[in-house]
């Protein structure tokens, strides 16, 4: 058993081996001052008084001496022997602790880092040693974004220390790490301050995840999604193409056999008539392929776009005269210009994609004898076409969608479509630059407006 030294018990065994010397040694310093042997005989109290006043500072320096070395190897040996208990118990719970937590940091299956004001590391566990190859001795003292991060990134992070600085926070956010050995691996990051006793922020604690394989399988899942998606997309356009396809070649395979088989039994109004609807069954299939490339065209990245002057009065007459006439629906189709305005720079192609589109599907959609007039508007910075018809309308749950590819509203009924024609027309205005958007109303009417930037040369 160890016991541990008393400095009382020091003192009195000090002070009794004093008074046992101080004897021959009072005599010793009585001769010293000249004085006979048998003057101490005779003078007993002066040499008692001597001999007390000589051990107690004898006693005194040598206990001083004594009780600093005691102290300094009690401190060096436990230093909390001295301490009360109170204050003990607190001080081992404090290293405990800061033990628990030391290895909390080192063992946590997160990045974390400690940074201080300027953002240089000055704590860095065992996780992203691990991640980036680098002890913490060697980053110690480092500025992350010197170490870890990409160019790109470097901005981004310097800003979010700035605002951590400013006491806004928590933040969070997403970067790069790029490893001892070059991979680079994503980070999420949830970043705090720890605050001094003046609420100034003294550390910046950052708590990262690696999400790498998270993002990578992320990535897969939406390719895979893409891949049904464009698969299920296949399947609608060959089964939609291939009905839209067979009713027109259907429509002109019959008319030309009539003329064929009976060309003297029709009066020239009915051959007349067969010859319309060869001719509207024919501009409808040149359409579908035409919208079918364009489509095509804008998901390789090969649709151009090649701006010219364009005549818009004239340009618009031509593409009202070549919408296809059907005598089994009769419509009025109407040209009306609201603003003076002689030409702009616009692609002629993809121009008469977007109104034949939008004039075709409004003369599907509306009953025989209606009316459907497209409108003309100009200002010097900006071309304004709508297209309004009278017809059935979109349902207010089908218009977010009807730009989507292969999408039909669902109050269509039987009338025939392949789902593309507002497609290929927002395609063609976003090539231009220009915005497109729908009003309508159910069983009244809708009107689509498309507007169209670039330089407009008045005719006044």
């Known amino acids: 058993m160890t016991h541990s030294i008393q400095p009382k018990n020091l003192l009195a065994g000090l002070g009794l081996a004093l008074l046992i010397l101080s004897s021959p040694i009072a005599v010793y310093v009585w001769r ?31 206990y001083y001496r004594f009780w600093v070395r005691l102290r300094q190897l009690e401190q060096d040996n436990d230093n909390s022997r001295f301490l009360s208990p109170e204050i003990r118990d607190r001080q081992q719970a404090e290293l405990q602790e800061q033990n628990f937590v030391s290895v909390i940091l080192d063992t946590a299956n997160a990045l974390i880092t400690v940074l201080d004001q300027q953002g240089r590391i000055i704590r860095f566990n065992q ?18 974004w010197d170490l870890f991060l990409i160019p790109e990134d470097i901005e981004c992070v310097k800003t979010i220390i700035k605002e951590l600085q400013a006491c806004n926070f928590p933040n969070e956010h997403e970067n790069y790490w790029i490893a001892r050995d070059g991979t680079r691996r994503l ?12 609420s100034a922020v003294k550390y910046l604690i950052g708590i990262g995840i690696d999400i790498t394989e998270r993002q990578q399988a992320e990535k897969m899942r939406r390719q895979l999604e893409r891949q049904q998606e464009l698969s299920q997309l296949q399947l609608r356009f060959f089964s939609l193409v291939s009905h839209e396809f067979r009713t027109p070649l259907s429509t002109i395979l019959a008319s030309v056999q009539l003329l064929q088989i009976c060309p003297n039994k029709f009066s020239p109004d009915k051959k007349i008539r067969n010859l319309q609807r060869i001719e509207s069954a024919a501009k409808r299939l040149r359409q579908m392929l035409d919208n079918i490339l364009t489509i095509n065209r804008a998901e390789t990245g090969q649709l151009e776009f090649q701006p010219t002057r364009v005549n818009l009065e004239q340009f618009c007459q031509g593409i009202l005269a070549e919408i296809p006439r059907n005598p089994d629906n009769p419509y009025n189709l109407n040209l009306v210009r609201q603003a003076d305005c002689s030409r702009a720079c616009l692609d002629e192609q ?12 409004a003369i599907k959609y509306s009953p025989p004898g209606s009316t459907i007039d497209l409108r003309l508007t100009c200002t010097t910075t900006e071309v304004d076409f709508q297209v309004c018809d009278q017809g059935i309308g979109i349902l207010a749950d089908d218009i977010p969608h009807i730009f989507e590819a292969f999408y039909r509203g669902k ?50």
């Open 32 to 62: 010293l001052m000249g004085f006979a042997p048998q003057a101490y005989r005779e003078h007993p109290l002066l040499l008692i008084t001597i001999t007390n006043g000589f051990s107690i500072l004898l006693l005194i320096g040598i």
């Open 127 to 144: 996780t992203c040693e691990r991640l980036t190859g680098y002890s913490f001795e060697e980053v110690k003292g480092k500025y992350i």
């Open 187 to 198: 980070i999420y990051w949830y970043n705090r301050v720890l605050l001094d006793d003046n």
């Open 350 to 361: 993809l121009l008469r994609s977007i109104l034949i589109n939008l004039l075709t599907n």
């Open 411 to 460: 109050n269509i009924d039987s009338i025939p479509g392949s789902g593309l024609g507002l497609t290929v027309a927002q395609t063609c205005v976003i090539v231009h630059g220009g915005t497109i958007s729908v009003t309508s109303e159910h069983g009244v009417g809708t009107t689509f407006t498309v507007t169209i930037p670039g330089e407009v040369i008045s005719q006044v």
